[in-house]
């Protein structure tokens, strides 16, 4: 396994990301957050995840591992819908954007990152019914949503966490 991770695992960044398209190497690192659903509904819910981020293929691409509810909730209370999943974003220096990947067990999803303004906004290619964003990032925080629409004008929230550098 060692020459998996050796393989796989970058320490930084690639020279050739331009530091303007870097929008996600300031996630590095680990994560607590706090996913919410369902709300203002009598089904709204906060649990406790994690999310880490790594550089990986030699600095052009950042992979990431979302569990939710966190490894240490699972040990106590065990979800239907809980999250095991990972995203793979590399580089894609013709277009200056980011081509997407997400996984867990069931799903694949495609997407494509833009930058529009200080917000990260990633869109599903197939059928653009779905987005993720990520916005008020700061050093030890950030604010991620995902979006849907039926008609391709009207955004409703889905669920969205808050989250919190580890130390």
Not at 20 to 37: A, K, Q, R, S, Y
Not at 42 to 50: A, F, I, L, P, T
Not at 137 to 149: C, D, G, V, Y
Request: glycine fraction near 8%; aromatic fraction near 14%.
């Amino acid at each position: 396994m060692n020459d998996f991770e050796t393989a796989l695992v970058s320490p930084e960044k690639n020279s050739l990301i331009p530091e303007e398209d870097n929008w996600f190497g300031p996630l590095v690192g680990t994560w607590d957050i706090e996913w919410v659903d369902g709300h203002g509904t009598e089904h709204e819910r906060h649990v406790k995840g994690e999310w880490i981020f790594s550089w990986i293929l030699e600095g052009m691409a950042i992979q990431d591992v979302f569990i939710c509810p966190s490894r240490e909730a699972r040990k106590i209370k065990t979800w239907a819908d809980a999250a095991y999943g990972t995203t793979v974003r590399i580089y894609n220096p013709r277009q200056r954007t980011w081509d997407i990947f997400y996984g867990v067990a069931g799903e694949a999803t495609r997407l494509e990152a833009r930058k529009e303004g200080s917000r990260i906004v990633l869109t599903e290619i197939t059928g653009q019914k779905m987005k993720w964003v990520f916005s008020e990032l700061t050093e030890n925080t950030f604010h991620w949503r995902n979006m849907a629409t039926e008609d391709g004008e009207h955004w409703f929230l889905q669920g969205e966490a808050f989250a919190t550098r580890r130390p």
